[in-house]
């Protein structure tokens, strides 16, 4: 249950990291907005002619007596309108990593740097077409893995009860899981991780996964939401990456640690935060003879 706490606290950090550099929030914004319109015209699309998609699916429906046609037709309607809606939900993470790839990664390294002890980040020794490529292939194993665990519960769905109170909560937990790994895959990505070791990695600490994952799959079922949450997500990701893999973190999200706010430079990548733990850094080092 501690792990929980953990994870939704690796959420909020995240939030806030993003929050006191506004420069790497800004560009985080711009591939989010880009699928959000992209994802708002194909929902558009299927309400509009989702009835029509359906009917012309259920031919045999025709000879039904009124009214059980209009009724079998406008659950299904419903049903792959929510469907669509899940699929969203689940892919909308890829989407907007795979056209921001170039952005979360700039913004990941500037998290890893900040947290690190020694102020250095992991880096891809990869050409950005081979991360697209990795990312995008990667992005169509998971996104078919959901699939299979939305059909699932969309199955399930139909069971008296326990397809309206227990189904949707194991939901909202698949689909937390789903794109805690798409977040995640950013930092764990540029420490080589492939895409087997990192679903191990994140089921090793499940309850942590869900406490990153669950909250913010129910914040993405807004879409404006999602959008403004990605950048912080990112960051969050790149939190409970390093907490995954056991590497030390110092805490600069609190006011008195050195993070903050005012202190922060125009460029928003930090640095001057750092100008505190620089000089305690030389002051310790040992000094070399000067010359006269």
Do not use: C
């Not at 979360?104 to 891809?124: F, N």
């Amino acid at each position: 249950m501690r792990d929980l706490g953990v994870g939704f606290g690796h959420l909020l950090k995240g939030q806030r990291w993003v929050a006191r550099h506004g420069r790497s929030f800004d560009l985080g914004l711009l591939p989010g907005l880009i699928t959000l319109v992209l994802y708002a015209a194909a929902l558009v699309a299927l309400a509009i002619w989702g009835e029509d998609a359906v009917a012309w699916a259920t031919p045999f429906a025709d000879g039904w007596p009124s009214p059980w046609p209009g009724l079998f037709r406008g659950f299904l309607t419903a049903v792959l309108f929510a469907l669509g809606l899940l699929l969203a939900v689940i892919t909308f993470t890829a989407v907007t990593l795979l056209i921001g790839q170039p952005f979360y990664e700039i913004l990941s390294e500037q998290v890893d740097r900040d947290v690190s002890p020694d102020g250095t980040a992991p880096e891809s020794t990869l050409p950005l077409w081979r991360e697209l490529w990795i990312s995008a292939r990667d992005s169509l194993r998971v996104l078919v893995r959901a699939a299979v665990w939305g059909v699932l519960l969309f199955a399930l769905g139909f069971l008296p009860f326990l397809g309206q109170t227990v189904v949707p909560v194991i939901g909202f937990f698949v689909t937390g899981f789903f794109l805690t790994e798409e977040l995640a895959a950013v930092a764990l990505q540029r420490r080589g991780l492939e895409l087997r070791d990192r679903l191990a990695l994140l089921r090793s600490r499940k309850a942590l996964v869900w406490g990153f994952g669950a909250p913010l799959g129910l914040a993405f079922l807004v879409p404006f939401v999602a959008v403004f949450l990605m950048p912080g997500a990112v960051a969050g990701a790149t939190l409970l990456a390093r907490d995954l893999l056991d590497e030390e973190t110092v805490d600069r999200t609190d006011g008195d640690a050195g993070d903050g706010g005012s202190n922060r430079d125009d460029t928003g990548d930090g640095g001057s935060n750092r100008d505190s733990d620089t000089v305690t850094r030389a002051s310790q080092a040992p000094q070399a003879p000067r010359t006269p």
